[in-house]
């Protein structure tokens, strides 16, 4: 597995490029602008991207999957709850594509990627619909769980209790070792984040 991070669009959201090396088959996790910047990465890996992967609806996140869809054809999911957001026009989140996601995705839903498999894990708080993948050992916990902090729940269906909730219930009972890939900022670990991140 090879794992590529873009920083893209105007907030410096991590967009992530995650390739099976032995058939190059890839998802691309949240694509947030800058598509030519995340294609030039994509072709210089040689990746066939099958899937566009969203940890939530929030525009910083959302911007760059109409372009890299109609680039690479590939599937855009994304939950239903934070589907339903961006097709309501509700602020901050958006755009994503004419007619909304291809695929809505639920707790426990798995995407496979040739020897690849994505596990889904509801993580609400940020967003109704935030969304965490993990593969193997490596956690993708887009604006839920930062380095050192935790997602803002200021904004429209956010909540506080919620996202301590999703991250001690569903993120800290991970093995230790598990490297936390946030939405933005640098890696971390979930040990590192039980012992130092003051939110928790």
Do not use: W
């Amino acid at each position: 597995m090879e794992i590529k991070k873009i920083i893209a669009g105007i907030y410096g959201a991590n967009c992530y490029i995650i390739m099976d090396k032995k058939t190059n088959e890839a998802v691309v996790l949240d694509p947030g602008g800058d598509v030519q910047d995340i294609v030039d990465v994509i072709d210089n890996m040689g990746a066939k991207v099958k899937y566009i992967l969203l940890t939530h609806g929030h525009v910083d996140h959302t911007s760059g999957v109409a372009e890299l869809k109609a680039i690479t054809n590939a599937i855009v999911c994304i939950s239903s709850k934070d589907d339903d957001l961006i097709n309501a026009g509700e602020y901050l989140f958006g755009p994503l594509i004419k007619g909304g996601a291809d695929k809505l995705l639920r707790d426990g839903d798995i995407i496979k990627v040739s020897n690849l498999e994505f596990t889904c894990i509801d993580t609400p708080g940020h967003t109704p619909g935030g969304m965490s993948f993990l593969i193997e050992n490596h956690a993708f916990t887009g604006d839920t769980l930062f380095a050192g902090s935790i997602g803002r729940t200021d904004f429209a269906g956010g909540d506080f209790n919620t996202i301590i909730s999703s991250i001690k219930s569903k993120l800290l009972c991970l093995d230790g070792d598990t490297i936390v890939y946030p939405g933005h900022g640098p890696y971390s670990t979930i040990n590192n984040e039980k012992l130092n991140n003051p939110f928790l």
